[in-house]
């Protein structure tokens, strides 16, 4: 064993946690229901390449209209 171990210990925020997982054993389900509404959508491939295809190159500077002047 190391010098330096402590064994048994856990930090306030591991404690917390662990109760909190204790006390409301559903917590993980609705975490992952929670993330499937609002990140895990399907990608229309499609689209997303027409969309792709469809956008226009941008000027090196944003603000500079096009001038005849060169």
């Avoid at 930090?11 to 909190?20: E, G, N, V």
């Avoid at 390449?49 to 500079?64: H, I, K």
């Amino acid at each position: 064993m190391s010098f330096f171990a402590r064994p048994h210990y856990a930090s306030d925020a591991t404690q917390f946690l662990d109760k909190l997982k204790a006390d409301k054993p559903q917590l993980e389900q609705e975490q992952r229901q929670g993330r499937s509404l609002l990140w895990d959508k399907q990608i229309d491939r499609d689209f997303q390449a027409q969309a792709t295809a469809s956008t226009v190159p941008q000027q090196p500077y944003v603000y500079q209209t096009v001038s005849d002047h060169t």
